[in-house]
């Protein structure tokens, strides 16, 4: 068996992926984390780490060239085994690298699948998954195509962007053009979608080798698009296990991220189930573990760390070894979240046995319960949201996005 000290790099834009780092440290592994000078006084998991790189400013203004320069230093006395990407916006930034420092890994082709909305769309649609109807936004005519042939209303969202930041909802043709010409030069970096009501669901997997090892389907009770434009409460849970819904969404996963040239890793894809006709669509996909404490819920409902066994993968293939993912509990378990005006909001009379997990962020209340019946966290959230909404949820303007990925 080959022992020897792999040494990974890892990426990340935010305060995340502290799991991560240290299962790959403590499977006997150097790890070095690059980040932003703006994180420098969160608590990373130093003593995992061998050491950390700040850039200047935070994503989009990182100087890439530098970060070439930099990581191509660190190469001199190190053979870099990988480059991770922790986060969505972090994705560009190591395709970059491994393609111009040939270190294998996803590449910037396929990188786009999973961070360009119009990306994804097309290579869905090409491999026969079903996706709303939608448009870029590059050609007057097509877009005349789309709005006098597509029933409204429908969406406009920004094509490298996460979760639900800067989609605008359009309901005629007039408006859609109004907010087209307003985007001005940066009309390229959208894309117009049909809306489609329904529910919206999230698969959130683990991949070794082209292989879907692990998938786990929750569904949101409110949607990250609802919570970004209306505020209020986040709550999500995990489905009933082979349910109709948690087989088809598992099939249509399968079909992405096989379309999508996924090899190994985390992946959190999103679909919905359109009310109308009861099928299901793909929205979008990312190479990574799924934000909003959604890791914390899906270990909650199966046992399965996914920070932690995407380092074991990680740690497998570098070192040419086999993984096995370990036995999945089949239990269930919810989150719910937001923003709070206490900094330190006191949750204590939340009581009950199912509580599992405290959101530990200042100026957020939330938690995760567990249960083995499907029906009991589901009771928990609804009660645990209307007694958050009367006591501590507050709300904030959503960011306006002045530049783009």
């Known amino acids: 068996m080959n022992t020897d000290t792999k040494t990974f790099i890892c990426i990340s834009n935010f305060f995340k992926g502290g799991d991560f780092m240290k299962q790959l440290n403590e499977l006997g592994n150097k790890v070095y984390l690059i980040t932003s000078e703006k994180l420098k006084e969160k608590p990373w998991p130093q003593e995992h780490l061998e050491e950390i790189f700040y850039m200047s400013g935070q994503d989009l203004d990182w100087n890439l060239e530098h970060l070439l320069l930099g990581v191509a230093d660190l190469m001199k006395s190190n053979k870099i085994e990988s480059i991770i990407a922790l986060d969505d916006y972090d994705v560009e930034k190591a395709t970059f690298l491994r393609e111009n420092l040939r270190i294998p890994g996803m590449g910037q082709t ?3 699948y999973f961070r360009d909305k119009l990306a994804m769309r097309k290579r869905a649609m090409d491999a026969g998954v079903l996706v709303p ?8 005519e097509e877009i ?3 709005a006098d042939n597509v029933s409204a209303p429908w969406v406009l969202k920004p094509r490298s962007e996460a979760s639900a930041n800067g989609i605008i909802k359009v309901y005629d043709k007039e408006n859609l053009w109004n907010h087209i010409h307003e985007l001005g030069e940066n009309r390229s970096r959208y894309l117009v979608e049909q809306f489609k009501p329904g529910d919206v669901y999230h698969a959130d997997g683990l991949n070794l080798e082209g292989k879907t090892l692990s998938c786990t389907v929750s569904k949101y009770l409110s949607t990250p698009m609802e919570i970004s434009q209306g505020g209020g409460i986040f709550r999500s849970a995990n489905i009933e296990y082979n349910s109709n819904d948690d087989k088809a969404i598992q099939k249509a996963n399968a079909q992405v991220m096989k379309a999508f040239g996924m090899k190994s890793g985390a992946t959190h894809t999103e679909f919905i189930k359109n009310r109308e006709d009861g099928e299901i669509y ?3 996909t990312s190479s990574r573990v799924g934000g909003a404490h959604l890791a914390e819920m899906v270990e909650a409902a199966t046992g399965i760390n996914l920070w932690a066994e995407w380092a074991k993968i990680e740690n497998a293939l570098a070192r040419g070894q086999e993984y096995q993912l370990p036995k999945k509990r089949k239990e269930y378990a ?3 979240l937001t923003l709070s005006k206490f900094e330190k909001p006191d949750l204590s009379s939340f009581d009950d ?3 599992c997990f405290r959101v530990p962020l200042d100026y957020h209340a939330g938690m995760i319960v567990r249960s083995k019946k499907h029906a009991k966290v589901r009771e928990l959230l609804d009660n645990y949201a209307e007694r958050l909404t009367k006591d501590f949820s507050t709300t904030a303007d959503p960011e306006q996005l002045k530049k783009f990925h």
């Open 110 to 112: 396929t990188g786009r």
């Open 133 to 140: 109807a939608f448009s870029a936004l590059f050609n007057d």
């Open 144 to 146: 005349n195509h789309f």
């Open 282 to 284: 793909f929205l979008e």
């Open 334 to 336: 919810g989150i719910v």
């Open 353 to 355: 046995a199912e509580v």
